[in-house]
């Protein structure tokens, strides 16, 4: 029984993500959206503040006409009521009320504005008249109401107001009307804006058609032959230098494989061929003793290829860790030089180890480099020669090891070579020398997991140097 958690995640995982022509739609829908209702609104503010200021302007006009009346007659309020009268009948819905400085009104406009505006209030403000107010009537419409207060003799006040009803319709429509226009606006700008992002992901899908075409077959193609769009040529030169580490890769794993089958079937050959040969014929006690030690020459020949093999590979894992300790370099050299001292007496050999060093290293890997590097030495050093590991601290707390010897050397054509795995030189090729074309593979991988570096160098008869180059230890810490 699943539970409601379980449930949801399985929804989630299963919910098909948006496209990227969507979200792009979406958020400019969002932005459509927030800049037509920021237009709309700052429309209608600058609207309604003009509405006002014509009102202000009406009625400051009114209240001015009114004025100049008192100040030539300021005692006779039948031409004062006239005026009134008139200056409300040539504007519509104006509303005008003159008070005393008692309080009582002297004159107002008539007829039914009159009996919307009864409740309206006398404020006297001081000074000038140049900004009215908004007042809302008992019957819900809208006034504009300006007031003025000035002394001509005695004090007077006069109040004017206007109907906004007008104005309010207005603003409505411009409101509705906004709201639509923007409504269709954005319903535009998210269909234009869908095609539009369509249109321009053709590459993207393109590239992804592209792509899907590649397999083992066609590693060789390369993406970026194509003209794309200058913000996707990152993304396609990107994608080539992994075909090409792909195609690298697989061209060594194809050659590695190659190579494996090759080494193996060798052994195996000789393995079944000896078997056969002892099974079909009678053979002596000697003669089955020689067939078992060849046995287990070969035998040991593919312990030692198994091992190394194992070796390489876990080296690469992405998660290989080394004991880095530091380490006496001469010490370990010793060490390794009396491991083959009996092999470099029977044949002749001299060991010789110059200068001191010390290395951040891990001592096993170390030592297992340097078995590898004095092993290719013996067995390609004639009798009498001599095998030389020089110290050679550098400047930064660099140290290099440097293994000479003196032996038959390496082809100016197999030089560049001599490191890939299971290549062996002419000169080494023979079966009796036990080599298994793993040692310097080994040792490259080793230097590599130091972070280091290994170079050769060698000329015929004269011998080879192999050079191992550690790091500093800052920066192998």
Known sequence: MYSNNA????????????????????????????????????????????????DDQVLSGKIAELRAVLSQRASDYSRLREEVERESSTSPGTYLRVLDGKGTVVAETGGSIAKHLSGMPNRP?????????????????????????????????VLAA?????????????????????????????????????????????????VDQVDVHRLSHRVNEEPWPEELQPLAQKFDGLLSRLEASFSRLSQFSADIAHELRTPLQILGGEAELTLTRAASMEG???????AADEYERLSRMVDALLFLARSEQPDAHIDRQMLDAKQEVIAVFDFYQAMADEQSITFTCFGEGTISADSALLRRALSNLV??????????????????????????????????????????????????????????????GLGLAIVQSIMHLHGGTISIRSEINRGTAVTLAFPSTAAAG
């Not at 319709?169 to 923007?182: C, D, K, M, P, Y």
């Open 7 to 54: 449930m949801g995640a399985m929804k989630s995982n299963n919910r098909r993500p948006r496209s990227i022509a969507w979200h792009l739609a979406m958020w400019y829908a969002l932005l459509s959206g927030v800049l037509i209702i920021v237009f709309g609104v700052v429309m209608y503010s600058a609207l309604n503040a003009q509405m006002r200021s014509d």
């Open 125 to 157: 403000w001081a000074g000038t008249a140049d900004s009215g107010f908004d007042w809302i009537a008992e019957d819900g419409n809208a006034y504009r109401i300006m007031a003025s207060h000035f002394v001509l003799g005695q004090s007077f006040t």
């Open 162 to 210: 206007m109907d906004r009803s007008d104005d309010e319709r207005l603003l409505a429509t411009f409101w509705r009307s906004l709201s639509i226009v923007g409504f269709l606006a954005v319903t535009m700008a998210v269909a234009l804006c869908y095609g539009i992002a369509l249109k321009g992901l053709r590459p993207v899908s393109k590239l992804a058609a592209i």
């Open 288 to 294: 089955y003793r020689a067939c078992i030690e060849s």
């Open 375 to 436: 092993a290719n030495a013996l067995r390609h050093t004639s009798d009498g020669g001599r095998i030389t590991v020089e110290i050679q601290p550098q400047p930064e707390r660099t140290v290099t090891l440097i293994v000479n010897d003196t032996g038959y050397g390496i082809p100016p054509e197999d030089l560049p070579r001599v490191l890939e795995r299971f290549y062996r030189a002419d000169a080494a090729r023979s079966r009796e020398r036990q080599g298994t």
